[in-house]
């Protein structure tokens, strides 16, 4: 691979690409940190001719210039760098908000599964962290690595221009503290963080598994081996760190002695010449001091290699869920005039099963037209998730034919496919939001009257009576402040709300007790049957996932799924008669306590 | 907040040696800024005021030259082992903070307080890195470097020094000053910019959700606009919370440019010596450097010491008393709920209210009762894990409270919804004892009542397939059967099952059933949290448990 390719495909590039920074703007914050920097050198430039100078005893006069630069740069330092401060910040922001709605942009256009991949563990939460470390890179590393380039050369012309030779010195000297220095410094940190990354998660995965299962673990006895096994993985954690800290501290010592290598070599170089007569005392102490303060402008940059290697890997992360949600876009749909929402769905031989993996099921024939309803039943992990994703067409079918009002789905555009079949995921999200606008997820249009009879419908009637402020209520980050019951039945009240003639519902009666469970089951399966007034919906569909059997009685048509296979179908009581295993099923659950 | 708590030192053992470590460095580094600055003036001086060459301040030059060696040295060696006592440091904290937590019981982890943990515990504390390898050297500089450089610059000229002194403490009074008017003001501003942040999350968190509906593109202005929200509210943070570091850099800047003008200007009328003004000099800007640094380091300290007293927090929580007598034998002695009530967090509910029920040797015992009305809270009582609000959990005559748990918890074998596996292969998870495995036959029986002998079919290398972590690779239910499977084959008095269908399939209630039959015939006490039908016509006695609402409790 070429260098080019290489530099082309660095994810960091791509992604500081799509902060897509204002040049002008980057520019002037660079501008304001050579002025604020370059004040700093430049107060300790003019300090040491005016010390020196005064030492010769001039006339007081010839010093007032060189007095006031003094104490202007003394001020001008603190407030140009204030101005800095404040313009690189706004650089970044502004990028990472570019950043934050080119992902959002992408991932909704893109493939669904790098969609639902976002719910998986803390992905989404670190997506979050990894934006604002890409944005990091322009604060800490690209802006002052441009301010320390320009500062830098900067102060080897003018030591040059006084003493050629310690202006070499003082280059080769900066090279070591801002280029050697800083190469450590990102590989001691490079180093640690490779060699660490497996103690850290087995130290995340240990902690978690503590905290989780604390009572039983404590109750059995077996907490001793999990904080053996947690002491185990912070010694891999401490001997991987001290790997990567004698390069670190390598890379220390290289800023010190580069800063102190300068002063020598300029001592040794230049006092000859002022003997020789060739450099002016005065000269001498401005060769030998300026390089103290010059060194401060490589100060931050073992810290700006180090953040430039973090946001790389953050930006790895980021570039590789936008390639994975671009990655074989589905084709544009040949239908460009959006037609009503399809009444039926026929499903015939259909094969489902997540892309790249796999398929589930396969042979699934389904008929739904408005009023019928239907629950696919099975064990957990039959695939019945996958079918019903696959009849919402939210993934492509693997197999078989899947007619939408008698049209190839694959042909269809999501949007239209969405008006006509929506689906409820066993664990949709609950936006941080008022009700009303968590319903209206489903239909912008939906009005407080309609809010209510709906959520009356849903069985969260009396719950809602509850609410000092109705459906304005607030509902917490992931509905951390309503109970699983509720929360079912929220998702269920908004699906109702979408002017879809087909409903798909998955697993709406996990985790209730069965009373709960089975009234909300039983609702659900009948509410297709009747129009709702509140939607002025005709007739519905409805096809609900589940693994609960008792209320079944209400399903038009159940279809038990085993093994990859439609194993059974027919109604509750035609199974019960015919199918043992279904009899023996029911008959576990079939009364409540 | 401190910027070094006591508690750091006390509770994490490597943070001691490690301050110590840190301080030595800064004595000598102390010792060799001043050297150093002392040997640059000594070697220019005489060059430019009598022309001495070369040779002259040679051995100057050969002093530098060591001190030069001798710093980098230091500054590497603190830097190496500033890594090294960090890790150690976040280790020792981390193995603490989530042990206590373990031990503080589920009440207090269900509070909410076990996420902080998790968080804690996996990224939080790691915050303290930068605390440690960055702010605390400098913290420690200021103590050494500072005080030393300046008395150095005292003895060499007075008025220097006297500016400096006037200066230093002008820096923090200023940084609270500028602090407290900024605080209230950036904290409302840092809770508007965490919800903004949370939003643009929360659309994206779901966006499966949206697709679903076909409402995804909508959003894309709205993540457009909150990002021009945020932006704005940061800046408008920002401006002023940089304000801080700009009062800082403007006074230790300008106080260096007023000491040089003086003693430029007391050189022409020859008040002091040049050796003397380059001394001061070059000292004066490292008498600023560490408190500079501090300021810098400020930011990137401040979510570390939250961190810290975060931990301290969790480490200063008091502990649920463990009595001392020891539990007496389960085999025999009946345990007795004795009006038994717990406040539900959050709720205002007591459940179980007022329970009061006895759990004879060797019989079957249901547990019912409508969902939230208390049944888990029951045996979370029973198994010592929390304290009731009223009434205790009695064996024979002993109050729980009095006995040792550990005593207790050994004679007890509890199926949690969730159940936690040690790290091995399936095999170990099934040996109560090690040493004495059950012989194939009995584990194979055990297997077919529970249907674990499926699951272990399945697995690619049988009984010695590897669990990993917690079991991972198992899904809840398969890991209930190894459970299940485990209780069978132990020998606990007591065996605890809460709603052990909750999780497998309709399918496989029978097999629950078969193996409670079999610890009933084993002769062991069996509670069971239950909610079907078939499991309660099993029990020889059903408990039935009730929840009230708080009013009952008061007038109780």
Not at chain 2, 51 to 76: I, K, M, P, Q, S
Not at chain 2, 125 to 131: K, S
Request: aromatic share 4%; with cysteine; charged share 15%.
């Amino acid at each position: 691979m070429s260098r080019w390719t290489r530099w082309r495909q660095d994810p960091l590039r791509r992604a500081v690409a799509l902060l897509d920074i204002d040049r002008r703007h980057a520019a002037g914050a660079v501008g304001l940190g050579v002025l604020a920097l370059g004040s700093a050198i430049a107060l300790a430039a003019v300090s040491a001719w005016l010390i020196a100078r005064a030492s010769q005893m001039p006339p007081v006069l010839t010093l007032s210039v060189a007095t006031v630069a003094v104490r202007a740069f003394g001020i001008s330092r603190g407030v140009f760098r204030y101005l800095e401060r404040l313009a690189s910040h706004a650089v970044a922001l502004r990028g990472m908000a570019s950043l934050r709605t080119r992902i959002y942009a992408d991932l909704a256009a893109g493939r669904i599964e790098s969609v639902a991949a976002l719910r998986r563990g803390d992905l989404l939460a670190r997506v979050g962290a990894d934006v604002d470390t890409v944005g990091d890179v322009v604060v800490r590393g690209l802006l002052p690595a441009a301010v320390a380039t320009v500062l830098g050369a900067g102060s080897v012309a003018l030591i040059c221009a006084v003493h050629a030779g310690t202006g070499i010195a003082l280059a080769l000297c900066l090279v070591l503290a801002g280029i050697v220095g800083p190469w450590l410094a990102a590989r001691g940190a490079s180093t640690t963080e490779k060699r660490s990354a497996q103690a850290r998660s087995d130290l995340a995965a240990i902690s978690l598994d503590i905290i989780d299962n604390a009572a039983a673990l404590t109750v059995s006895g077996m907490l001793e081996t999990r904080r053996k096994a947690l002491r185990e993985a912070d010694a891999r954690l401490a001997a991987a760190t001290d790997s990567g800290a004698r390069t670190s501290g390598l890379a220390s010592a290289v800023a010190v002695l580069a800063t102190g290598l300068a002063v020598l070599t300029a001592l040794v170089l230049a006092i000859p010449s002022v003997t020789n007569g060739s450099l002016s005392p005065v000269s001498l102490a401005v060769v030998v001091l300026t390089p103290l303060a010059v060194f401060e402008i490589t100060q931050v940059l073992p810290a700006a290699a180090i953040q430039v290697h973090r946001s790389r890997e953050a930006a790895t992360r980021i570039m590789a869920l936008l390639d994975a949600a671009a990655a074989g876009e589905p084709a544009a749909p040949d239908d460009t005039v959006a037609p009503p929402a399809a009444t039926s769905l026929v499903a015939s031989g259909l094969v489902c099963g997540w892309p790249g993996q796999p398929p589930t099921l396969s042979g699934l024939d389904l008929t739904l037209t408005p009023g019928r309803s239907v629950a696919l039943v099975g064990p957990s992990g039959t695939g019945k998730t996958t079918a019903l994703l696959t009849l919402a067409g939210l993934i492509p079918s693997r197999g078989g034919s899947l007619l939408l009002d008698g049209r190839p789905t694959a042909r269809i555009s999501h949007d239209q496919a969405a008006g006509s079949v929506v689906f409820t995921a066993e664990d949709a999200h609950v936006f941080n939001t008022s009700i009303l606008e968590n319903l209206r997820v489903a239909r912008g249009s939906v009005t407080e009257a309609e809010a209510v009879g709906v959520l009356h419908r849903a069985g969260l009637g009396g719950w809602l009576a509850q609410l000092p402020e109705g459906v304005h209520t607030r509902l917490g980050a992931d509905a951390s402040s309503i109970s699983g019951g509720e929360r079912r039945r929220l998702l269920l009240a908004r699906a109702l709300c979408s002017p879809a003639p087909i409903l798909l519902v998955d697993e709406p009666a996990e985790h209730l007790d069965p009373v709960t469970a089975d009234a909300l089951l039983t609702d659900l399966l009948t509410l297709g049957k009747s129009s709702l007034e509140a939607t002025t919906q005709s007739q519905r569909a409805v096809v609900v996932a589940t693994h609960r059997l008792s209320a079944l009685a209400a399903a038009d048509e159940v279809i038990v799924i085993d093994s990859g296979v439609v194993r059974a179908r027919g109604t509750h009581a035609e199974l019960l008669a015919a199918d043992p295993a279904y009899r023996q099923a029911v008959a576990g659950e079939d009364q409540l306590v | 907040m401190k910027p070094l708590d006591p508690k750091l030192l006390r509770y994490a053992a490597p943070a001691r040696g490690y301050v110590l470590l840190t301080t030595a460095f800064g004595i000598i580094t102390a010792a060799l800024v001043i050297a150093q600055a002392l040997l640059i003036a000594a070697a220019l001086a005489p060059v430019i005021s009598d022309g001495a060459t070369l040779r002259d301040v040679a051995g100057r030059l050969g002093w530098l030259a060591a001190v030069v060696a001798a710093r980098a040295v230091v500054n590497g060696l603190q830097e190496r082992f500033a890594h090294r006592a960090a890790t150690r440091v976040v280790a020792d904290l981390r193995e603490k903070v989530v042990l206590r937590a373990a031990e503080l019981g589920p009440r207090w982890l269900s509070s909410g307080r076990g996420t902080d943990v998790v968080t804690l515990a996996t990224r939080g504390l790691d915050d303290l890195e930068p605390y440690l390898v960055r702010y605390l050297p400098q913290l420690l500089l200021a103590v050494t470097v500072t005080p030393a450089a300046l008395v150095v610059v005292l003895g060499l000229d007075w008025i220097s020094a006297l500016i400096i002194t006037v200066t230093i403490p002008l820096v923090p009074l200023f940084m609270i000053l500028v602090g407290q008017l900024t605080q209230s003001y950036s904290q409302h501003r840092l809770l508007v910019m965490a919800r903004l942040g949370a939003q643009v999350l929360d659309l994206l968190a779901g966006l499966a959700t949206l697709r679903a509906f076909g409402r995804e593109k909508g959003p894309v202005a709205r993540v457009r606009e909150l990002g021009e929200a945020y932006t704005r509210s940061t800046m408008s943070t920002l401006r002023v919370a940089f304000l801080s570091g700009m009062v800082l850099e403007l006074l230790t800047t300008l106080s260096v440019a007023l000491v040089a003008v003086g003693i430029g200007l007391r050189l022409v009328h020859g008040d002091i010596g040049l050796e003397t003004g380059l001394a001061v000099l070059v000292l004066a800007p490292e008498v600023y450097l560490p408190i500079r640094q501090i300021g810098v380091q400020f930011h990137a300290s401040t979510d570390g010491i939250t961190a810290a007293q975060r931990a301290f927090d969790v480490l200063d929580e008091a502990l649920p008393m463990s009595g001392t007598i020891p539990a007496p034998d389960l085999a025999r002695t009946p345990i007795t709920f004795d009006g038994l009530s717990v406040v539900a967090p959050g709720r205002l509910a007591v459940a179980p209210s007022n329970l009061s029920a006895t759990i004879h040797p060797g019989r079957v015992v249901a547990l019912v009762g409508p969902s939230g009305s208390g049944k888990s809270t029951a045996v979370l009582a029973l198994l010592g894990l929390l304290t009731p609000d009223e009434g205790r959990v009695r064996a024979g005559d002993l109050d729980l409270a009095t006995i040792d748990r550990s005593t207790w918890w050994s004679q007890i074998a509890w199926l949690p919804q969730r159940s936690a596996l040690p790290p091995g292969t399936v095999r170990e998870a099934l040996a109560a004892d090690p040493l004495a495995p059950p012989s194939e036959e009995v584990l194979a029986r055990a297997m077919r009542l529970t249907g674990l002998d499926d699951v272990v079919a399945h697995l690619p290398r049988g009984l010695d397939t590897a669990l990993g972590q917690g079991g991972l690779g198992l899904s809840v239910g398969q890991r209930q059967r190894v459970a299940l499977t485990a209780a069978l084959l132990g020998d606990q008095p007591l065996v605890v099952l809460d709603e052990p269908t909750a999780h497998l399939d309709a399918l496989a209630e029978d097999q629950v059933l078969a193996t409670i039959n079999e610890l009933r015939v084993a002769g062991r006490t069996v509670l069971v949290v239950a909610h079907r039908p078939a499991l309660v016509a099993l029990a020889d006695d059903v408990i039935e448990v009730r929840s009230a609402s708080t009013e009952s409790m008061v007038t109780s």
